[in-house]
């Protein structure tokens, strides 16, 4: 019989198994002392840290109740201490033997803490006789096994199944400080990202699904593909055939969970193969190379678009500095530069940051691969881009955007028919040409994704199917392909200001108490411009502004109303003769030489900007030809009347709809069918 192992744990983890914040412990601790339930004392110290033994605090929470966990005593060997580690090793040797006993555990289904170290190694030998994945980490415990053998069955126990248990360990490397175990982690909702990512894409591959992951020890995501499959078609993995340690836990926690996996022979040069239809994923610095530089963090993502074609696809996680940020080393930028050129880049997606647990500043980005579309033209090819920095990954967020994913790996009519939440289609030859972010090519006004002929032809069938509405008139518009080569650049709006074509005007400060609902003079902030159509009306009465405000200033017609927070917004004032409230301010274009600038597409280009982009004189905007400018005013001035209408129809809608609904609901109204016509009330002295 093998001696029962003394589970330790601090008040840390005395917490965790409470269910209760750190501080309430300290408290607890003080107040009990010299009542009939103290709490227990120190068993041990380690590094300066009080360990108390796990079994007499689960005791002592059960004897008085405190806590907010009512299976404490049976829950305490999942958030103690890992047993103690022969002399000379390292608490990491111990979870890997735990994790390599959890597994053996799981593939015989016997209880494993009676038997002896040789047993142990006996039936390690069985279950793993070319030591791919838990013999080793058995064999290295030497004299202790037996005992971490007994301190497994308990996790499993305590978990009631040992991959529950599997889990728990790997969630407890954070409270350990298992560094070479969570420098690499990812948060929940980037593995869930991920994970909904690849799985959407493995979907429109066809078959049974098999997904890749090449690096070095990347089991968080493959886990999270498993849990994102759900329990339908069943799911292959693939992973490296890499011996490390972080190489060998992915093998074991596989195994533990019962998923069919395969290993990939990764050469030392980082050359591998991989045939058919697969979704690989992948996260750069790897776990098992957490030390990675830009460098070889491309040179990894190099080797694996250079073994891809055309069925498989990839989902990549590396820092955003890495892969969409600016500068880069002059390596490091030609390597990323001939990865876009290749042309299976079909996404690159700025992520926020908090996501890297190890380094929460630091933000992620996303790169999705896919078909190189070889047919195409290298001038006309496009990537999707989007900037994410300012959401957070809730699950309406996350959804969205795998949509957008997944509609980005199709040809032109399939990205055309998509309408894209995050994303914004960019010529792969901008992303080249930029010297800055990737992401920010979607914000600066850049050129169409598709060439003139196609979005010509694509006003007609709008034209035509509007003008089959009462809206018909508004929607009048005849266009024709133009020549690219009389384009002009976007400029940005600090050299507009400095050219004198544009000009800066702050906004107003005004006392709340000034403005009303009504009457006066209309007011437009933030609020006004973030949700023109929702925003309550506010005004300012002429006197007010005039006694309270003498260096207050009034907008023009045409002037462009604009604020940066919470997100860059603006509107085109045409009629003119209102007060800006700060911090919304004013850009107002020159008359006499607007240099190309037209107020609706200044308004249309800030509009698109991403939320994160505070930055307003860095601005590009995009400059229309002189003989365009009147017609494309007039164009959208009806365009814009046509809306107005749009929106008084569907607001009648909306109202008749809620009259017949609580009408009918309330008894006051009864329905009748429209095509018979009612009777008419017969009045008095009728035959």
Known sequence: MNEAVTLRMTLSDVAALAQVQRPVVSMWRKRSTGSAHPFPEPAALEGGRELFDADQVAGWLEATGRGNNPDAVNDAAAFARMPATPAGGVEGNTLATLTALLTLKAMTGMEIGPLSPDDLLDLADECDPDDLFLYSELEAQGASLASTAAFADRLVDSAYNAPAAFEQLLAARFRAGLREHSDTALTDSAVGLISAAAVELAATLGGNPVFADSTRGGSDLLMGVVHASGEGAPVTFLTSDHDGGAGRLVRRRLRVHGVDSAQIRVEASGEFDVLG????????????????????????????????????????????????????????????????????????????????????????????????????????RWTMVADLTAHDLTEDVGQDLVSDIVASMGNRATVRAHSFRFARLVQTRLLLASRKSLVAAQSRGSAPSFSGAENALRVEELVRLLQTSEYGQACAVKVLPADPDTKSPPTSVQDLIDAGTLRYIKGNRFDDADLTPRGGTRVLGPAELLDPHAAQPRYVSLLDFAANYPAARLTEPGDVVFCTSPRPAALVDTQGGSAVVFPARVLRIDAGDPGGLAADVVAADINMLPAADKSWRQWRLRRVPDTQRHQLAASLARLQHGQHLARERLKRLEELATLITDGVAGGSLTLTDPSTKLAEPQTEGTP
């Not at 963090?297 to 694996?304: D, G, I």
């Not at 820092?319 to 930028?333: F, H, K, Q, T």
């Open 277 to 380: 239809a697969v979704v690989h994923v992948a996260q750069y610095p790897s776990p098992g190379e957490p030390g990675m530089d830009a460098p070889k963090v491309l040179a990894a993502v190099e080797q694996l678009v250079l073994q891809m074609d055309d069925h498989q696809r990839a989902v990549i996680i590396a820092p955003a500095r890495v892969l969409c940020d600016a500068p880069l080393s002059a390596g490091a930028a030609g390597l990323r530069s001939g990865l876009l050129r290749n042309g299976r880049v079909r996404a690159v997606v700025r992520l926020p940051q908090g996501l890297l647990r190890s380094k929460p500043r630091e933000a992620q980005a996303l790169w999705v691969l896919g078909p190189s579309f070889a047919e195409v033209p290298i001038a006309d």
